[in-house]
């Protein structure tokens, strides 16, 4: 499976951005997803997860009520939409795909293939 995310940008507090990452490969359905981000000088840190059908959905605590994660088995497209965004959510942010249900696919271990990251900078 290969991914790509895009959709970063620049964006002021309060805002929002949608980030999009498309898979290649037919078996994307097969897979969870999740969205990482990464902070300068900070570790690669959990951001949200969606299983393979969908039904799923687990955030973490910071993002909660404010992103919301969802797919397209369709079109091989996972989507974050983010709202309400905080110059903390400043970030690279990376997909990945995992064989594991949710509780496995929240850990970076329990991801199997990784996208090049987006960028996304929310100004205060």
């Known amino acids: 499976v290969q991914l790509q995310a895009f959709g970063g940008g620049l964006v002021q507090a309060g805002g929002s951005l949608r980030l999009s990452c498309a898979a290649s490969g037919r078996t994307f359905s097969s897979y969870s997803m999740g969205w990482f981000r990464q902070a300068p000088g900070k570790e690669r840190e959990f951001v949200a997860a969606?299983?393979?059908?969908?039904?799923?959905?687990y955030y973490a605590d910071s993002v909660k009520g404010r992103f919301t994660i969802s797919r397209d088995n369709a079109k091989n497209t996972v989507y974050l939409q983010m709202n309400s965004l905080k110059p903390e959510d400043t970030a690279v942010y990376y997909c990945?795909?995992?064989?594991?249900?949710?509780?496995?696919?929240?850990?970076?271990?329990?991801?199997?293939?990784w996208g090049k990251g987006t960028q996304v900078t929310v100004s205060s």
């Open positions: 990945a795909a995992g064989r594991g249900g949710i509780a496995t696919v929240i850990k970076l271990s329990g991801m199997d293939y």
């Open positions: 969606i299983s393979w059908s969908g039904g799923s959905t």
